[in-house]
């Protein structure tokens, strides 16, 4: 490698070489080139100067009512997250002990009971369903009743 | 407040749920809003982001990576929200001075005594970089996140990063060239 590509190489590195994000073996090259060449001293200086500005860099504080007032609305939801939370399993826990009571009942319907149940529920579901399509699938004009 | 939930009202689970979110937002909303500052360039649009990113945390708050750290998805979001704001209008127009002026209708003049030429310099070359690349060093130089974090921000490669960063930096170096 020729000295004017390691120098080009390095330039490429100072930025990197600067926030300590370099393999050993690259940090070792930049440091070693630091020492002889002036130009990439110089532009390394600067970086670490830009750096520094940037990090003293002073901005607007964030408006106080409005945080207080996102710090509200954050509590208000909280408990409705976990009231939803609560209502669900709740809801879970009751139908889970509603089946098994069902299950259990002397009365509960025979294996030919629930077959010819099951296939009552699909003609019903077919029926709602070719409704359903029929109706998605009538003209829907709302000018239709005035005369052209 | 979220301290307003008086702790007997929730099971121990959930309070030890929202004290940690609560901990998380106390120490990450100044910085938020600045990050957020600094991609808007804009007081009131930046306190806007910064609301609805802290409510999508709170929103997705029992299904987060525990593996992702906090900042980074808290800044992702932060930064997806400012892409969205961006394309909804140009936001250039709309920049204020960050460094000079502390509150955008009203200038403080001792405020503005306080500052010196170089740092609102500095901001103005900051501002003039492309998005990527300002991005980029305000995640850096401003915020002290590593390459590896920059790129969980971001979803860029490291390479990417790096080459962001030292492609933003040389252009601050030609813009302000001896003022350094």
Redesign the interface.
Known sequence: VSPAETHENVS?L???YL?G?LTQAESQLVRVHLEDCAECRE?YE??R???R???????????EE???E??????V???R??GWIFLIAGLAALLVYALIRWISDPDFPTTADLIAGAIAVGFVLLFLSVLRQRWLELPHDRYRRIKR | MMGTLAPAEVPIAVRGEEGEFTQLFHSHKRKAFHFAFQLTGNREDAMDLTQEAFLRVHRHWSRRDPSRPFTAWLYSILRNLAIDLKRQRDSRTNREQAVAVEDGSTPNPEHLARQTQLKTRVWDAINQLPDQQREVLVLRDIHGLSYAEIAQVTGATLATVNSRLHDARQKLRQKLGRCL
């Open positions: 490429r100072l930025s990197a926030d994000e532009a600067e970086l100067a830009l750096t500005v940037a990090r003293e860099l002073d901005f607007p504080e964030p408006p409005r945080m207080a996102l710090e509200r609305r954050i509590s939801r909280a408990p997250r976990f």
